[in-house]
Nanobody, 114 residues
Framework: QVQLVESGGGLVQPGGSLRLSCAAS????????MTWYRQGPGKERELVAD????????TYVDSVKGRFTISRDNAKNTVYLQMNSLKPEDTAVYYC???????WGQGTQVTVSV
């Protein structure tokens, strides 16, 4: 079955950290770049971070540079998003995506609040 399953979201205080995971199955994960998106309340979905198939190239939206780190483990068919120094404006549903197949996960909620 071709799918992406996110996990790791939750409620965290400002300044805290979370690590999101996205487990892939049903396709050749190591052959493709992977991307994290997010959609905050009342906002459009935006690209947060992207990683190449080997993990050697990463890109980030300006608002998360220096705070978030995208990584992947091709042996585990999993892509991660380490989020540090979280801010209330990071509150959103976070999705992983395989752009080659336009495949999306179901999303995981991240809420940053006191």
């Amino acid at each position: 079955q071709v799918q992406l399953v996110e996990s790791g979201g939750g409620l965290v205080q400002p300044g805290g950290s979370l690590r999101l995971s996205c487990a892939a199955s049903g396709f050749s994960f190591s052959s493709y770049a992977m991307t994290w998106y997010r959609q905050g309340p009342g906002k459009e979905r935006e690209l947060v971070a992207d990683i190449s198939s080997t993990g050697s190239i990463t890109t980030y939206v300006d608002s998360v540079k220096g705070r978030f780190t995208i990584s992947r483990d091709n042996a585990k068919n999993t892509v991660y998003l380490q989020m540090n120094s979280l801010k209330p404006e990071d509150t959103a549903v976070y999705y992983c995506r395989n752009r080659r197949y336009d495949l999306w996960g179901q999303g995981t909620q991240v809420t940053v609040s006191v």
